[in-house]
């Protein structure tokens, strides 16, 4: 007989006899106690004690939070203490997580409440008063781990402190800073943002919102003349806000000057919404409920003259318009510049929520075990399936490659210069919305891989998805982000033609080298080195921007305007803005590992790189459609992920202990999830 066969024969018939025993045990049998042996009872093991932590996992830490590790652990160890942060005790074990059980209305109120003990606590002492690089990192990583425990904590922090604070900090001047910042900071005043609007969302160019002068009082009046016009998802809005920044229509002499920003009290010094403002709820949303979202109407309502943000343009009191920049488009991108702040939070804050739902799902893989692969063998631990590793591990080389990107990002945002600004702005639309869908992705398989534990909230994976599915929408639409992406780098291209100088910036400079070799055959050590790496990353992008450039040239050869020739090469524009994000990836993460001495870190690391490297090759369809690599190629790249797991394995406990994210905001199931789950902490 098939020895498989065999086999199949005889678990078969264990599995038969161990049913039948089940079946003639008497009722006495299996009510008794003294029957159940606790050897065959299930017993948690810590991971720890049977895999091995082959590097030290604070210097990786140290890589991929990479900086103000002493801030964020003191403010880690202040949410900890307070019961605003409702800890709970499961298997011996302290966690911190809001309290979803809680109503729309209670959220939103125990939102404010954190807020308020943060600010007493001088979390946010200097966010807006002091300058310089250390306060604007120090300000990112305490967000961070604000937003690791609670997104619509750090949203509405985001809001308040980025939106409203940093409107009045780039858009505005010192007459500005000097009445509004400190109070601001110390949540005096309590600030929205309104740009968005019902008919309008990322086509803020497009707003309806009108703002006209009246020289004869020396004050501007905000109307909002139909429907479509109103203000919308206005993070803030709805309870708490007293003062809100306007975006609208300037009307000077009848002649419209574009969209600017002013300052509006929306409540008074009680709350009460002023009479010429109407404001609406904008109701309960699948997440992000700690968040009062709501609707505004201006009815005529009359501000200062100095209440106009005069950083780009101004208006005198007779009702002359100033700016020094002539031309609309470039005045509009100025008003636009500052506002990158948003989508480098975002993008951080996807990283973040990433770590924690790999760090759950992979802790718990761990220790959970399910089947056996022989009738009398042990269950099999869930992360030594193959299947498995292949459904965790490269989200988790993702995510490192994303935290040293996002590091990177962080790092020319607070170092910026005016010239740097059009890399900031496309390097922060490339990342926000990479970043935000690499999220969903992966709570959705980490949520998934936990199994019906990963279906309770207090085990967090699943309603991160929940809270964190706006990101993908807010501070830009993702779809409309990326294709920005692209129409800046065809701009590049078209300016290199027509001026014949070469590349400078953006990343491009490797299309002035010859275009990339891939050799013929890919042995491991070929897949795994950074030269190929780069090399067919580079190949990707140089031929998808030179077939993008065509089929839009096409286009405009046919009569088409350029904006619809782009927009009928939309295919082209996705595929040419990924392979810019992730040849941008892969760089930093190749960066950061040439700073390492030889040693076990920086093999993890190489692990890490390739792993990341090989599955954005085997992800991304464009490397077989245009040919950079043949199919017989591209299975060679899918065995060499397999392999990648394979030895990736052993240190996936060490890397998820070094993402930087304390015990207590993880959850029960990645510890003890028996303890967790006993029957006395019921009867509590």
Known sequence: MDSSCSNSTERASWRTSVLTKHFHQTPSVLSSSSSLESSICLQYTPPELSEKFEFDIRDMRRLLDGHNFEDRDWLYGLMKQNNLFCPKIYGGRVFISPDYNQSMEQQREMTMKRLEYLTNRGVFQGWLTDKGVDIHMRKFALLEVIG????????????????????????????????????????????????????????????????????????????????????YWIGGAANHATHTIVFSQLFINGSNQGVHAFIAQIRDTDGNIRPDIRIADCGHKIGLNGVDNGRIWFDNVRIPRENLLNSVADVS????????????????????????????????????????????????????????????????????????????????????????????????????????NKTIHIVSSAFKAAFSWHNMRTLQECREACGGQGLKTENRVGHLKSEHDVQSTFEGDNNVLMQQVSKAILAEYVTAQRTKKPFKGLGLEHMNDPSPVIPP??????????????????????????????????????????????????????????????????????????????????????LLRSMYALVSLEEDSSFLRYGYLSTEKAADVRKEVTKLCSELRPHALSVVSSLGIPDSFLSPIAFDWIAANTWSPLQQ
């Open 521 to 606: 055959h890919l042995t491991s050590s070929i897949l795994r080195s950074n030269q190929f790496q780069s090399a067919i990353f580079c190949l990707r992008e140089r031929d998808l921007l030179i077939r993008f450039a065509a089929e839009v040239s096409q286009h405009q050869t046919r009569g088409e305007s350029k904006e619809y020739a782009f927009i009928l090469s939309y295919q082209l524009a996705e595929d040419l803005a990924r392979a810019f994000t992730e040849k941008a990836i892969l760089q930093t993460i190749i960066e950061t590992e040439m700073t390492l001495s030889d040693g076990p870190l920086k093999n993890v690391l190489g």
């Open 148 to 231: 690791m425990f609670d997104h619509s904590l750090s949203v509405k922090l985001g809001v308040h402190m980025f939106l409203w604070g940093g409107a009045i900090q780039f858009f505005g001047t010192k007459r500005h800073h000097d009445k509004w910042l400190k109070d601001t900071e110390n949540y005096v005043i309590k600030g929205c943002f309104a740009m968005s609007e019902l008919g309008h969302g990322s086509n803020v160019r497009g707003i309806e919102t009108i703002t006209t002068y009246d020289s004869n009082t020396g004050e501007f009046v905000i109307n909002t003349p139909c429907e479509s016009a109103q203000k």
């Open 317 to 420: 009191p007779d009702g002359q318009y100033l700016s020094a920049i002539k031309d609309p488009d470039q005045r509009f991108a100025a008003f636009l510049a500052p506002l990158t702040s948003g989508r480098v939070t975002i993008a951080a804050s996807a990283i973040y929520s990433s770590k924690i739902g790999l760090a759950t799902a992979i802790r718990y893989s761990l220790t959970r075990r399910a089947f056996s692969v022989s009738p009398t063998g042990p269950e099999v631990l869930l992360l030594d399936y193959p299947s498995h590793q292949r459904r965790l591990l490269p989200l988790l080389a993702k995510t490192c490659a994303m935290s040293f990107a996002v590091n990177y990002l962080k790092k020319i945002y607070v170092k910026r210069t005016p010239e740097a």
